[in-house]
Structure formats: C-alpha cells, structure tokens
C-alpha cells in the first residue's frame, strides 16, 4: 500500500498571514517528499478560511519548483465550476510545470455554501451530472480536435493546449455511491473515497462499492482505489488524547459549514460555542476516538493494515485538522519515521 498526504492551507486565526500558510503547506510537502510518500494532494475551495484553495494548479505549479520526486495531484478540483476546455489546458500545462507528475482529482463538489457563490442554484445531482459530462471530454480535447454538443457545454472543434507531457495524465474521481464507483471504473479511472468520520464499517462498504463496480466491468483494467482519513500518529497517550479534543472540533465546524447555516463573516464561520459543539453528538471526542485513524504507532499501523488487507492501493494521510503547525508536523514526521516502515 502506498502512503500520501492530503493537505489545504486552513485559517482558524486572523491574525495569521496567507503567506506564513502557504510557507507551511511547502514545508509538509517537502516532509512528505523526504519520507518517500507517493503524492501530494490539494483541492479546490473558495470563500472558506476553514479550506484555502482557490485554484489547486496554482499550488501544485509552486511546489513543483520546490520538490523533485513526488507526485502532486488535486483532491479535487470541482467539476461544474470549470469549462472542460479551460480545465484540459490548465491541467496539461501544470502537468508540464511538473515534469509530468500531475495526478487530476475531480469531484462533484460537497459545500452548498461554494455551490451558492460560483453556480447559483446548482444542486448535487445537477452537479454529479456535469462531472459525468466532463471526464470523458477531457481525454478526447487531450487526444486532439474535438467538438462537443452536451447538456452542460457547447463548442466547435476545439483541442487542448497545451496537452499532457504523456499525452494523457492519471484521472482519480472522487466517489461514494455505487454510480460514481461504475462510472468511475467504466471511463478508467481511479477512485478516491472517505468515510469521513463514519468508521471503518463505513471503509468496508466503501471497499465493497468499488470491488462491485469493477465486476460490472471486468474488461476495464482494475483502477486504483485510495482511502483518505483523517489520521494523527501520538507520541503518548495524553498526545493522543489531545488529538481526540482537537479532531472532534475541527469535525464540529466541518458540519457547520456543510450544513450552510451560520453567519460567514469575511471567510469565518461564526464560532461555535461548547454547547453548540456538545450537541453535534456524531462528532463527540468518543465517535472520533474510533472513528478516526488515532493514536501511538503500533494502533495505526494494525488499523492500516487492515485496510490494505481489504484491498486499498493508497492510503491519504488526511492531516488538516485546524491544529497548530508543529502539532502537525510532529505527527506527520512519527507516521513517515514510525508507521510506513511496516509497510516497506
């Protein structure tokens, strides 16, 4: 099983500058990079201290120039606010600025609250369609002239340029249900999914989707499958402990922003208070403590064992959780020194 990182800039102090996030988001990519894991991956969100990143190319571009070895991909790019023209050229010329590393992550989106500002009155179905739309588009304006008459989009011959250093680049989508797991493998891609914080019975059936949209496809080469979960390696019980408190907060306001119900002030939600926290029993210290990837060496390296043995390919080291720096840093370098050795 290989390992990456999932990583965004995230604001949960004002007086905190952008330029001293994107100075620490390098740093984490180049531990991950030093420690000989296989990706880096960035998404795509707007408006939102709580997940800063507008255009994950960009960010991907810069880091290309700072690192030499390790893969750079978004996770994900969000498919209805993207042109398939506009989004085949910037992905081909950032796979360019790359040397050829760039993996593209897409997704339907999840935020209303992003839904509501960059497509009014766009939905989730609408939105999973537009991605259905999209995907197979962008390998045919790789592959040279294309016209296109869809639902979405409309235009005369067209083709991408620049085009992909390889003339084609790996696709991920991301995936839950069982037709975003068939249409993923039918157009031969590979498939990224969470649990967020539902537990590894949750995990299984992820596994479980995948493996039964490969056997509706047995003549498509099986795709990889990547697990992403928040995960913290402790140095002691009371590190971890730590952990719990900090992963159960950052769950609680991952809920209030999906939920799109609370007053956003210049790019922060309004906060919660432990009452508000305390209500939000899915998320409570003990759900996260089991739910979560948590604790000293030896227990994540037995939980991720179990996920190799159930067939996942790549394991995402999930690390934004609205802690400080050096408590992320601190457990990144504990997974790369103290828990990928298991898996060489």
Known sequence: MKFSLFVHMERYRAEQSHAELFDELEQLVQIAEAGGMETAWIGE????????????FINIAYLASKTSRIRLGTGTVI????????????????????????????????????????LPGLDAWTAGQRMRELVPTLRKLWAGDYAHEGEFWSFPKSTAVPKPMGGDMPLWLAA??????????????????????????????????FKAACALHPHVSRPEVMLLLHTYVGADDADTEQAVRELSRFYCYFGAWFKNQRTIENGFIEQ???????????????????NLVIG??????????????????????????????????ASLERFINE???AFA
């Open 272 to 290: 919660l208070s432990e009452q508000d926290m305390a209500e939000m029993t899915m998320f409570s210290p003990d759900v996260i403590r089991k």
């Open 176 to 209: 839950r249900d069982p037709n975003s797991h068939a249409f993923a493998v039918e157009n031969g891609c590979n498939v990224q999914v969470t649990p967020l914080a539902s537990g590894d019975e949750e995990v299984q059936s992820l596994m479980d989707r």
């Open 45 to 56: 969100h707007h408006g939102m201290e709580f997940t800063i990143a507008p255009n994950p």
């Open 79 to 118: 498919a209805p606010f993207w042109h398939p023209l506009r989004l085949a050229g910037e992905a081909a010329l950032t796979d360019i600025a790359t040397k050829g590393r760039l993996d593209l992550g897409i997704a339907r989106g999840a935020y209303a609250f992003e839904y509501e500002r960059m």
């Open 339 to 341: 828990v990928m050795p």
């Open 296 to 329: 000293k060496p030896d227990s994540v390296i037995g939980r991720l064992k179990s996920y190799e043995a159930m067939g996942y390919d790549q394991y995402s080291f999930w690390i934004d959780s609205l802690m400080p720096f050096e408590r992320k840093k």
